[in-house]
């Protein structure tokens, strides 16, 4: 009882986050828990002393003598050093002396615990033979060989405009480029001709997060081009893959400058909106970027990119048949266009690929060019044959980022709980002859929306550009917005859905008054990441960067790992709709949770240390609509 209150004490104050709490409750495994949470446990719980200064002592310089409290901190301050490093290598110097005291406290700590072969097992650890090339970097060039081999058959058919031509010779050059645009105008395909034109494809390195960048030793020159594809998100803007990655930058710049390593990135073009000021690569002077816009293709390059699309389908004859006028289609798709007012939404790369994709589109001729989105997604739902569109949402909401197994439609009392899940929300039963039309229907559905990945079994959208659209047709007043709400992924959620029509805006989920609590249960679940289908981020350090970089006299960790970025959705400057998730928080007795629980803690120079809630959270952050409705619930600030 005695350990439990004290744990309980420390969640209370913020030494434990509610995760850690977790790991403890009800059946607690010591190969779960993180270095952070096992000193916390050290200290506190067995029988060590837990106000002896050497706790608070971060310099092991100044840490005298072996007692246990001595040496946990000792190696606490070597996880620390190495976990915050700006690049992932030591002097050997450096290395030499972290090794000693690692190893000392080691062993010291071994003897306390009555083990004595631990100076042995170091010893071969010390003395054994390390293979060069980690699994790590195996794993990511193999997934990388993948990635190109998509693109390696269809080269024949991809049309080189003026957009690759200034980027090929960006990377030649410099050896660096910022390949930017909106949704389906191509960068990840023009990212991998890059990279296959550049070099070979067992040299290159397709990076998905900054963790990949520090598990490569670049002194082995293993490769000599790298693909950073989607840099901040595939989706909505991914504060964490942010901070991450700005650790690096200058690092790959540097690399890049030196002639070290082609570097190709991408992101979508709504990054601009933020401030990357502080990183030279991406600021327009230094002359590393290559806006892609459909708007500022010509005329023959649009029609060589319909053309080349229609022979890969081997479309020639249906197109003849239908008359299909690709001159006319081009014009039309040029007449719906303005920089301002983007009604197409969709770059003309990708929408070149939905019309020929499906028949029906093609049968609209130059028509589909008019509004490509509204004609997709008009067609999309299918009342007649549900399956065929419950297929798509099943792959849309799966939280894992949009890929479906094959062999969970196997078997019926075996199926993954996800497809039971959505199938459940639509009021489904699953049984066998459901699974195998469902089966079917993924597999009808190879020829349009979705491609089939045979190394893992899996189904996804052959573009992102298409699960949005599957998430934009059941949110649909007249369909299930309400199921549309309950299912929608995260990045669905900050892009798609908003709270009122902005008159233009045809390519989106407008939730109405009446359905607002739907939404706020669904964003209070999200915000803390309560068995809903958000996806899995990792610490959320990038608070910390925001705060630091206004106010640098701050020391700030995160104690809770909440979705705070969430707060930041345009429905929390809506007086109604954060009166309504104010009540469904209170209702669902999350108010603890969600807004009295200490998510920050904060240290002033020369001050004790504090813990936050999320109403000073959203003091700090200029939230008025949120803490105004806080404040007249009675929540205090804290």
Not at 471 to 496: A, S, W, Y
Not at 618 to 632: E, M, Q, R, S
């Amino acid at each position: 009882m005695r350990v439990k209150r004290t744990i309980d004490h420390l969640k209370k104050i913020g030494y434990i986050s509610n995760e850690e709490y977790k790991l403890l409750n009800p059946n607690p495994s010591s190969e779960k828990f993180d270095t952070a949470l096992l000193v916390v446990l050290l200290q506190h719980i067995c029988n060590l002393n837990p106000r002896d200064k050497v706790w608070g002592q971060k310099d092991n310089a100044k840490i005298k003598g072996n007692t246990d409290e001595a040496n946990i901190q000792r190696i606490r301050n070597l996880r620390n050093k190495m976990q915050y490093k700006n690049a992932a290598r030591l002097e050997q110097h450096e290395f030499d002396s972290s090794w000693d005291i690692l190893e000392k406290a080691m062993v010291h700590l071994g003897k306390s615990c009555g083990l004595h072969d631990v100076q042995n097992s170091i010893d071969i650890i010390k003395n054994r033979t390390l293979e060069m090339v980690t699994p790590e970097m195996k794993n990511l060039r193999e997934n990388t060989m993948l990635f190109l081999k998509e693109y390696q058959g269809d080269e024949q058919y991809y049309i080189k405009t003026k957009f690759f031509h200034q980027a090929e010779k960006m990377l030649t050059d410099k050896h660096l480029t910022v390949v930017t645009g909106n949704l389906g105008e191509g960068k990840t395909t023009m990212a991998a001709y890059l990279a296959l034109k550049i070099s070979e494809p067992e040299k290159c390195l397709k990076l998905e997060n900054a963790c990949d960048w520090r598990k490569i030793d670049w002194s082995l020159k293993q490769f000599n081009t790298v693909i950073i594809d989607d840099i901040f998100g595939v989706g909505a803007l991914n504060t964490t893959y942010l901070a991450d990655w700005k650790m690096y930058l200058p690092e790959i710049e540097r690399a890049a400058k030196m002639n070290q390593l082609n570097v190709i990135i991408t992101y979508r073009h709504y990054i601009k909106e933020y401030d990357l000021h502080s990183d030279s690569i991406f600021k327009d002077r230094e002359g590393n970027i290559v806006q892609l816009c459909s708007v500022d293709l010509t005329n023959e390059e649009k029609k060589n990119i319909l053309i080349s699309r229609v022979k890969r389908t081997n479309n020639e004859d249906l197109f003849l048949r239908n008359h299909v006028d690709i001159d006319e289609c081009v014009m039309m798709y040029k007449g719906t266009m303005n920089r301002h007012i983007d009604t197409t939404v969709i770059g003309f790369p990708q929408c070149a690929n939905l019309f020929v994709q499906r028949d029906t589109m093609i049968k609209l001729g130059a028509r589909f060019f008019e509004n490509p989105v509204a004609h997709y997604i008009k067609q999309m739902y299918n009342e007649k044959n549900f399956d065929l569109f419950l297929a798509l949402v099943i792959v849309w909401a799966e939280r894992t980022g949009g890929r479906i197994k094959a062999g969970n439609l196997e078997i019926a009392s075996q199926t993954s709980g996800h497809i039971g899940f959505v199938a459940n929300i639509f009021g489904i039963e699953v049984n066998r002859e459901r699974l195998e039309n469902i089966s079917f229907c993924l597999k009808s559905h190879q020829k349009d929306s979705l491609i089939y990945v045979e190394h893992s079994g899996e189904y996804k959208f052959s573009h992102n550009a298409i699960g949005d659209m599957v998430g934009v047709v059941p949110g649909d007043q007249r369909h299930k917005i309400v199921e549309t709400i309950e299912l929608c992924p995260r990045d669905f959620l900050m892009n798609m859905i908003r709270l009122e029509d902005a008159g233009n805006e045809q390519f989106c989920v407008v939730v109405d008054k009446d359905n607002y609590h739907y939404l706020c249960r669904k964003v209070a679940k999200m915000i803390l990441r309560n068995n809903c289908n958000s996806d899995g981020r990792g610490d959320f350090v990038s608070e910390s960067t925001q705060l630091l970089s206004r106010k640098p006299q701050l020391h700030l960790e995160v104690l809770h790992n909440l979705d705070f970025e969430l707060l930041h959705h345009t429905m929390f400057m809506d007086e109604h709709f954060v009166e309504v998730f104010i009540k469904v928080v209170k209702d669902e007795r999350l108010q603890q949770d969600l807004f009295e629980t200490p998510v920050m803690k904060l240290k002033m120079s020369f001050s004790n240390e504090d813990v936050i809630c999320i109403p000073f959270y959203c003091l700090y952050f200029g939230k008025d609509v949120l803490l105004k409705g806080l404040i007249a619930n009675g929540i205090e600030i804290t």
